[in-house]
């Protein structure tokens, strides 16, 4: 198992979102974390936790509190409330740099354990579709 130096996980978001600034990647990645963080739960989170930067593994142990699960279109909403001047658009280029990253960093059956923890429809935001 191998963690992602947090240079290296800034470098991929900032590249992915199209990003000027590592302050860019950095904000999308702790708003998504946190708000992943919240629909997870249990070994699913640590093991992913372990497998990103200290800072970000935090973040996704900590997260913003969900009174219910969001759907994949909720979850790009609620994503573009909490970054200024977000539109849901651009909250979804956000997502997509930030969870593609991740599921970079999660092996294939550790993203397999995360998507069953997810309402239908988070494969696309992480990039990676499930057959139907």
Not at 123 to 130: V, Y
């Amino acid at each position: 198992m191998t963690t992602l130096q947090r240079e290296a996980f800034l470098d991929t978001v900032r590249e992915r979102g199209g990003y000027d600034t590592w302050q860019e990647a950095d904000r999308a990645a702790r708003v998504v974390l946190a708000l992943l963080g919240a629909h997870l739960a249990g070994q699913a989170r640590n093991r992913l936790a372990a497998r990103l930067p200290e800072e970000f593994a935090k973040v996704l142990r900590n997260p913003l509190r969900s009174a219910e699960p969001l759907s994949s279109e909720r979850f790009v909403r609620a994503t573009a409330a909490w970054i200024d001047g977000a539109t849901e658009q651009t909250a979804a280029w956000d997502i997509g740099a930030v969870l593609s990253t991740v599921a970079d960093a999660a092996d294939d059956d550790l993203l397999k354990e995360i998507l069953l923890q997810l309402p239908a429809g988070y494969d696309l935001l992480f990039g990676r579709p499930q057959p139907a």
